[in-house]
């Protein structure tokens, strides 16, 4: 399976759990706002949309994160010593 698959559809599991935990903390404390199988079907959706948006900005995000890296070392490589 291609990497950046895998981890588009791990970030979708994450997405459908932490919703699902928060409709139930929800209905814990306050009272159900969705039914059960209405929040399984709104989870689902947010896995979709979770994964799709991982797929599509992951790459973009590492890589501005390299660039936004390098710059950081290029700009703070010297520490202030000079050698004369």
Known sequence: MNPRLKSALLW???????????????ALIVEPLVTIVHGTILAVAVAIAT???A???????AAWSARR???ETETHGDDGKSKS
């Open 51 to 53: 994964t799709a948006s």
């Open 69 to 71: 890296a390098v710059d």
């Open 12 to 26: 979708g599991a994450v997405g459908f759990m932490a919703f699902l935990v928060l409709v139930q903390g929800y």
């Open 55 to 61: 797929y599509a900005l992951e790459h973009r995000i």
